[in-house]
């Protein structure tokens, strides 16, 4: 055998081992943890139990659910960075974790762009809803009340910087319309103030305005999300009212640190689109807020790569700041 020959030989010998080095078999050997950056019973974490339930029985290992809160579900992901990248922990995150904290926080802990996507779950939509009894009872009626009115309205948020504050802010570089911003600590005093009539409009998640809505203390007049969902059927979105690109969802994906062997992020990808695709799954999860919009690891990285200036350039017309 001439040198060149043995060279090659030896190349296809050991190429085996650097595969099996990358792809550890029988993954997943033991429990997995997955860490989660907002309070038990918080929508983000009843999402993740639910799923983790039935991809715990299709990967045949426990899925740990860990709560991590702080920082707007920063501190999960500041913990999940700091982990082996070998598939064991996992982080289910949403956008204001992954994305907007970059734009409004100062001194992130994290660096967003170090995390790898793992599969995209599906959205919360955000419902823009007034008090029962308002005089507007449209998106329509909404916009030109504002118009003619300009600084008069006023909107409810659960804090500077979350999404439902991008959320408006979007609708309003959309539409040109002037209306105040009334910032709250949670979404319970911000919807209470709307139904009490001392805020005139909200802009918050399924999850918190679907409760008022159902004995008319609060009347929803538009959703965020592409398409009607079934606890609003006759609510239209904002997309067949002509506003196709205003950050109106919340939406839930995976995630685990650089580096994971791509076996790994393949089996976990895998995993989560068959349970996504059931249907029991989906319906708890419909139930808890979330629809289904699954996306593989590709696809979610390209989401990303979208979401990210949209979400940039509306901070940038807010006129926020880090803080």
């Given at each position: 055998m001439n040198r060149r020959?043995?060279?090659?030989a030896s190349a296809i010998a050991l190429l085996p081992l650097h595969i099996s080095a990358q792809t550890p078999a029988g993954y997943p050997e033991k429990a997995v943890r997955i860490v989660v950056g907002f309070p038990a019973g918080q929508a983000t974490d009843i999402i993740a139990r639910i799923v983790s339930e039935k991809l715990a029985?299709?990967?045949?290992?426990?899925?740990?659910?860990?709560?991590?809160?702080?920082?707007?579900?920063?501190?999960?992901?500041?913990?999940?960075?700091?982990?082996?990248?070998?598939?064991?922990?996992?982080?289910?995150?949403?956008?204001?974790?992954?994305?907007?904290?970059?734009?409004?926080?100062?001194?992130?802990?994290?660096?967003?762009?170090?995390?790898?996507?793992?599969?995209?779950?599906?959205?919360?939509p955000l419902v823009l809803a007034v008090r029962g009894d308002s005089s507007i009872k449209s998106l329509e009626d909404f916009i030109n009340q504002a118009r003619a009115n300009p600084g008069k309205l006023?909107?409810?948020?659960?804090?500077?910087?979350?999404?439902?504050?991008?959320?408006?802010?979007?609708?309003?570089?959309?539409t040109g319309i002037d209306v105040l911003h009334v910032p709250y600590t949670g979404s319970s005093r911000s919807l209470s103030d709307v139904v009490a009539g001392n805020v005139d409009v909200s802009f918050d998640t399924i999850t918190t305005v679907y409760p008022f809505t159902e004995n008319g203390?609060?009347?929803?007049?538009?959703?965020?999300?592409?398409?009607?969902?079934?606890?609003?059927?006759?609510?239209?979105?904002?997309?067949?009212?002509?506003?196709?690109?205003?950050?109106?969802?919340?939406?839930?994906?995976?995630?685990?640190?650089?580096g994971t062997p791509t076996a790994i992020v393949q089996t976990l990808e895998a995993g989560i689109g068959e349970v996504a695709k059931n249907p029991d799954?989906?319906?708890?999860?419909?139930?808890?807020?979330l629809y289904v919009r699954y996306a593989d690891a590709a696809g979610f990285a390209a989401s990303l790569a979208t979401d990210k200036p949209k979400i940039q350039e509306v901070v940038k017309f807010s006129g926020l700041q880090p803080n």
């Open positions: 020959d043995f060279i090659v029985e299709r990967l045949g290992q426990p899925l740990v659910v860990e709560n991590k809160p702080g920082a707007g579900g920063g501190l999960a992901l500041s913990y999940l960075l700091r982990q082996p990248a070998d598939g064991y922990t996992v982080s289910f995150a949403n956008t204001g974790a992954v994305i907007t904290n970059q734009f409004v926080k100062k001194d992130l802990p994290y660096n967003p762009n170090d995390l790898q996507p793992v599969a995209l779950l599906g959205d919360i006023s909107y409810a948020t659960p804090g500077v910087g979350t999404t439902s504050h991008l959320a408006m802010e979007s609708l309003k570089q959309a203390r609060l009347r929803p007049i538009a959703i965020g999300v592409s398409e009607r969902v079934a606890l609003l059927p006759d609510v239209p979105t904002l997309a067949e009212l002509g506003y196709r690109d205003i950050v109106g969802a919340v939406w839930v994906g995976a995630f685990v640190p650089p799954v989906a319906s708890r999860l419909a139930a808890a807020g």
